[in-house]
């Protein structure tokens, strides 16, 4: 988050050289416009997220949360008409969606899409190699594949089984979201991007996804979660909650604001805003 | 429309029918033209005939032969119930024979266009596999010929026949004469009647009772034999009890000046005896405009004796008309028929395939499995039938079409044709119809596979079920193919 720097501080960071800060800058996003079909939706979105933190992005219905997910991800569906998207101290706007992947970027989505035919573990392990690929490097010999689909299917508590069937092909709700976090796992991005990770699970299966969020969770890493209500943030706790609002984030606050968001609703912010 | 033009030869498989294609008629020998160029003048008739007949030191009775099918030929009229468009060949501006192609056609690898250098390369095809495919002159001992020398010695040890039919014809006249044109008669329809006047050659395939043919026979050992032709005829016979998998084709791309190609296939399962015949076809599609490209007019179908099994797995991905219909008459009691199939039309192609089930045995089963994947502005048909006769009680079929499509600008379309007269018969039909979405695109982008290897996999997932079904080196050859067959289809 952003916080005023003192004389001090600046000239430490000079000492420092800039770079170094630089790096330290998780995501970076400034004055961001998107629209789809000429009808605008983010309105001048600014955000900042450094590494080990988690950020909550909460805002009602048609707010632009899932838009601003899509945006940063680079969907081709939404056109960025101002504004700009900095990851790990590179301006990202330009890349395709698998380029922003391979640099460490990974959404979890609202709808995960159906790939009838392709096993998790045949899915996974191409989106792994392809990633692999674009840094140069050899596909990662099976053994080492092997034991990290084990490793991270018990962290998620997903059966064996699970893993041969389709992607996301007659899956439940809860399994869906199951398999984007171990998607999550398996790739080990820098920063992700959960959108709308809670919406469709039942309780246990809430408690097991947050759970694995949690246990990746690092210091070198950082999360984004995007939802409509606090539930998954008794799970999952953030470092800063942002209200987004037709397009706008126009408020900031620790964790306490999404409990001020549950008991109060989203009017009184809109009132806030208007005034 | 279908089964009137097809099944008119139905009445053919009776035993009675089936003698009466094989009475040798005695002609008189009439006179015929002496060529002695390695080609022949364009144009069809009987003197054609006769002189394709002697050019090959043929036999009087498959001199004969030819000329009972010409003659049916001339009364036929090409089939137009088939959903594709083209502009009919001119018969009369074909030439129909031409000698093997002995000379290289280019002295090194630099000479052959590269876009096919660049295709044999992503196909994993070796350097000197490359100069043989593309017709270059090869100076040293390449593995495959020593490969198909030891290949020959390990199927005579069996006593399996496997050669070019024209070679057949010499050495094993007795099984030619008995069983060609049991299965696909002379008279079936316009393309098999005119193949059997005109064939160059093909494949000539016997394995003898109780023999299991330790190793995947294909047409690829016999390269050395290729320029069979526009023309080609295969016929496969497998004794009792006895088992054969098949290769046709090649994955590499096939380049031809021949537009118009009419092959027949017949297959024979004598009583329980299972033969696998797996075909990729990669002819030269036409370019991205829809010019050139081969038409494929095949003629493919197996009789299955009591308790015997023809399983035909296709993926098809070339040509500009594609118009094949391998199938199966299930003849015998408790005989089993298998179509699986994965056909991929792009640009402007054109593919009207799929398979015949006729049942006409007790407890006989078939399994239908047709994936059709069309992209550009291409359009893709299957057309399939479904015949219980009414002795076959207990006959069973499982038919699932599937179609996937891409883009806005392609079709797909299913004629399945189902008609039985028994009571006892259980047919299930299932078909779906989807569409590559830009969602499961972005969904792949997102895990950083990118666009074309995110198509191979929808696409490779899509057509599984009939991959498993090959034997697992063309299976994986295919796989490539796929991918390399709809690169650029999606924006």
Not at chain 2, 266 to 293: C, H, R
């Amino acid at each position: 988050m952003v916080v005023g720097f003192s004389k001090d501080t600046i000239e430490v960071r000079e000492l420092n050289e800039i770079t170094a800060y630089n790096k330290k800058q998780m995501l970076k996003i400034e004055n961001l416009h998107a629209s789809v079909e000429d009808k605008a939706i983010l309105r001048g979105i600014n955000l900042e997220v450094k590494p080990g933190e988690v950020h909550a992005i909460m805002g009602p219905n048609g707010s632009g949360k899932s838009t601003l997910s899509s945006v940063i991800a680079g969907n081709e569906d939404f056109e960025v008409t101002n504004g700009n998207i900095e990851f790990l101290g590179e301006d990202i706007g330009e890349l395709a969606p698998e380029e922003r992947a391979h640099k460490g970027l990974f959404l979890s989505f609202q709808y995960p899409v159906e790939i009838p035919g392709v096993s998790v573990t045949n899915f996974i392990k191409t989106a792994i190699n392809e990633t692999r690929r674009a840094k140069g490097l050899e596909d990662m010999p099976a053994n080492e594949m092997l034991k990290l689909i084990r490793e991270k299917s018990e962290l998620l508590e997903i059966d064996r089984k699970f893993l041969s069937r389709s992607l996301n092909e007659g899956f439940s709700g809860g399994e869906k979201k199951r398999n984007e976090i171990f998607q999550m796992a398996m790739l080990a991005p820098k920063l992700a991007i959960l959108d709308e990770t809670d919406s469709g699970l039942d309780i246990d299966a809430l408690r097991i996804v947050a759970n694995g969020v949690n246990k990746l969770k690092s210091a070198d890493n950082a999360v984004v979660v995007i939802t409509h209500y606090q539930r998954l943030l008794e799970y999952i706790v953030p470092d800063f909650v942002h209200v987004l609002l037709n397009g706008r984030i126009v408020k900031s606050g620790g964790k306490e604001l999404a409990f001020e968001l549950e008991e109060k609703g989203y009017d009184w912010i809109k009132q806030e805003v208007e005034v | 429309m279908f089964l009137r033009n097809n099944f008119n030869s139905k009445m053919a498989y009776t035993e009675e029918e089936l003698k009466k294609e094989l009475e040798t008629k005695e002609y008189e020998y009439g006179f015929y033209t002496d060529i002695e160029s390695d080609t022949l003048p364009v144009g069809l008739n009987e003197d054609i005939v006769r002189a394709i007949s002697k050019k090959k030191n043929e036999p009087q009775w498959m001199t004969d032969w030819r000329l009972e099918a010409f003659s049916q030929w001339k009364q036929m009229e090409e089939p137009e119930w088939a959903n594709v468009t083209y502009k009919k060949p001119d018969f009369q501006a074909i030439s129909y024979y031409s000698a093997p192609v002995s000379k290289p056609k280019y002295q090194s690898l630099d000479e052959v266009d590269p876009e096919l250098l660049d295709t044999f390369k992503r196909l994993g095809i070796s350097l000197d596999e490359q100069k043989k495919l593309a017709g270059v002159a090869v100076d040293v001992v390449m593995d495959s010929v020593s490969v198909a020398t030891s290949f020959k010695k390990t199927l005579g040890e069996k006593g399996i026949i496997f050669c070019s039919i024209s070679e057949a014809i010499q050495k094993h006249p007795e099984l030619v004469r008995k069983y060609l044109g049991t299965v696909v008669p002379q008279k079936d329809n316009f393309y098999a009647a005119l193949n059997s006047a005109v064939f160059s050659d093909g494949s000539f395939c016997y394995i003898p009772k109780g023999v299991r043919c330790p190793m995947e026979l294909s047409t690829y050992f016999r390269i050395n034999q290729a320029g069979t032709g526009q023309f080609e005829r295969t016929l496969v016979i497998a004794d009792e009890s006895s088992y054969v998998s098949y290769l046709e084709g090649c994955t590499a791309p096939t380049r031809d000046e021949n537009q118009l190609h009419a092959a027949v296939v017949e297959l024979i399962a004598m009583d329980d005896a299972e033969i696998k015949y797996s075909t990729v076809q990669n002819w030269f599609p036409g370019d991205k405009e829809g010019k050139g490209g081969v038409f494929n007019f095949v003629t493919k179908r197996g009789l299955c004796e009591n308790r015997a099994k023809i399983s035909w797995t296709q993926v098809e991905t070339g040509s500009a008309v594609t118009w094949k219909y391998p199938s199966c008459v299930l003849k015998g009691d408790n005989s089993v028929g298998e179509f699986y199939s994965i056909a991929v039309t792009n640009n402007y192609q054109q593919a009207d395939t799929g398979t015949k089930m006729i049942h006409l045995g007790k407890n006989t089963k078939s399994t239908i499995i047709s994936k059709g994947i069309s992209a550009g502005r291409s359009q893709n048909s299957y057309r399939g039938l479904v015949q219980v006769h009414g002795r076959a009680e207990n006959a069973r079929n499982f038919s699932q079409c599937d179609s996937l499509l891409m883009g806005n600008q392609c079709g797909a379309h299913t004629f399945p044709y189902i008609e039985t007269k028994n009571k006892t018969a259980q047919i299930e039909h299932e078909a779906t119809t989807s569409k590559i979405g830009e969602d499961q695109i972005f969904y792949c982008n997102q895990r950083g596979i990118d666009t074309e290897k995110a198509i191979a996999l929808i696409v490779n997932g899509f057509s599984k079920e009939v991959l498993n079904k090959l034997p697992m080196e063309f299976a994986v050859e295919a796989q490539k193919l796929l991918e390399i067959s709809l690169e650029g289809s999606v924006g």
